[in-house]
Structures are given as C-alpha cells and as structure tokens.
C-alpha cells in the first residue's frame, strides 16, 4: 500500500530538520572552548651560588658616599701561600675593607672591615713612635727575605704621604707595624674561610675552631674580644656541628676570663 504523497513530503521534511537541528549543536559544541585550569605563576629555580658568602649587608650608595676616604694602606704579597696577597684600606676611625687572593681563585675577594678601638690605638701609637711621615729611614733589613712575603705600607695624613716597602726588619716599630697587619690579616680570612665553610662545608667548621684557638694562643689574632660577638654567633648556628659550637663556647670563655682584671 503506497502512502500517500503529502506524508512522504512531511516526513522527509520532519526528517531534515532533526538532522539540520543535531549538526547545528554539534558545530555549537566545538565553537565553545574548554575552560583551563588556572595555573599559578612559576617560581624560577634559584641560581646557583657562587662559593663565596655573603659577609655583611651590602650597602646603599648614601652610605658609600659618606664613608671617609681611606688613609692607611696595607699590601702583603707572598706567592705560592694560601693567600697569595692582601690588601687593607681603612680610614682614621678603621672603617675600610680588605682584598685577599686565595690560592685557587681567579680573582680578588673583598670584604668590608672595622678595626677595633684597641687595634687601631696600638697602629696609631706605632706610627706615632716610628715618626712616619717625616722620617726617612729605610726599615729593610740588610738581606732579602722577600721568600717570607714582601710587606708595603703607605699612610696619607695631612696632604702628605709616605710609602714604605720591606720583608725583613731588625726596626722594633716597623716590625710591630708588620705583625699587627698580620693579625688583622690573620683575623679577617679566618672568618671569610669559616663563613665559607658554614655554608658550603660545615663538617669542616670543628677544624676551622681550632684554628682560630691556635690563633689566639699564639697572640696571632690583635684583638680577640672584638672576635666574641662573631664566635658567639656561630656557637649558636644549629647548621654547624655540635663539636664546633661547643669549641667556640669554650673560646668565648677563655677570651671573657682573660680580660678580667
């Protein structure tokens, strides 16, 4: 039985618009976008550190201006040491900085300075016993010890200065000038080495303690009070061994005993 011809039309026109209708959502379905998740910002990978510490603060450009020219130079050179040269500059109240190359390094490393008022008394009363700036004298011993380290030492006062250059000296004031450098010297790469060695190695901090007592002992350090704020810092640090905060205790103490009357 044939259907008649007015249903077939209405059936096949029925039949197109359901199919027109589902592609029309399909088409509606691709146009509208997934949402994303938000993402949160990503954080860049800290740099690797170089293996020298930071010593102090690093200090505004105010500040910079401000400090005093320096007036005291102090150059040590001694090749094939663990420090093969270092440079102290500081001013009349021992604000400055020393420059030290350390045997394995390319380049000179700096750290800022300030000498005590103990220090610089016993460097101003030398000075002042030796005549500086208005003396001739050559302080060199008559041979050359220049394999022990070659010491010059310049001092601008005034308007003037004065440059001297020897290793070996028999002049008492010259050779206290010398030693209390050293100290100072002896100080300062002491803590560059053990600030090092907090953050990069701190097994070998117990060692670094006992360096610094052997120091001390041997009066090879200028003034060792103005070392206790220093130890007493470390002898708290829980990231350095037990052994080595209990050694700078024990340092604190016997440097606090000796300084009583």
């Known amino acids: ?88 500059e500081h001013d009349d109240v021992g604000k400055g900085k020393i420059s030290f190359l350390k045997d394995g390094y390319d380049e000179m490393l700096t750290d800022p300075i300030q000498l005590s008022a103990v220090t610089l008394k016993k460097i101003t009363e030398v000075l002042s016993e030796l005549n500086y700036l208005d003396s001739t004298e050559d302080y060199q011993y008559m041979r050359d010890y ?26 008492k004031g010259a050779k206290a000038l010398m030693d209390e450098y050293r100290r100072i010297s002896n100080e300062y790469t002491w803590r560059f080495e053990i600030l090092l060695a907090r953050q990069n190695m701190p ?22 009070v103005h070392l206790v704020p220093f130890l007493t810092e470390l002898s708290n640090d829980e990231r350095l061994p037990l052994m080595a905060r209990n050694r700078g205790t024990k340092l604190i103490k016997e440097i606090e005993k000796s300084k009583k009357p």
């Open 146 to 171: 220049s394999h022990l380290g070659n010491l010059t030492f310049t001092l601008k006062q005034g308007g003037r200065a004065r440059t001297v250059k020897y290793n070996w000296t028999e002049n």
């Open 1 to 88: 039985m044939k259907i008649p011809t007015k249903l077939s039309l209405c059936l096949l026109f029925i039949g197109l618009l359901a199919i027109t209708g589902a592609a029309q959502k399909k088409a509606n379905a691709r146009a509208v976008p997934t949402p994303q998740p938000t993402q949160e910002p990503t954080v860049p990978a800290a740099g690797k550190r170089n293996e020298r510490p930071d010593t102090a603060p690093s200090k505004s450009s105010k500040e910079s201006e401000t400090s005093s020219p320096a007036t005291h130079f102090y150059e040590f050179t001694r090749p094939g040491f663990s420090y093969g040269e270092i440079v102290i």
């Open 203 to 224: 097994l070998q901090t117990p060692s670094l303690m006992d360096a610094i007592d052997s120091y001390y002992r041997r009066g090879e350090i200028s003034d060792p």
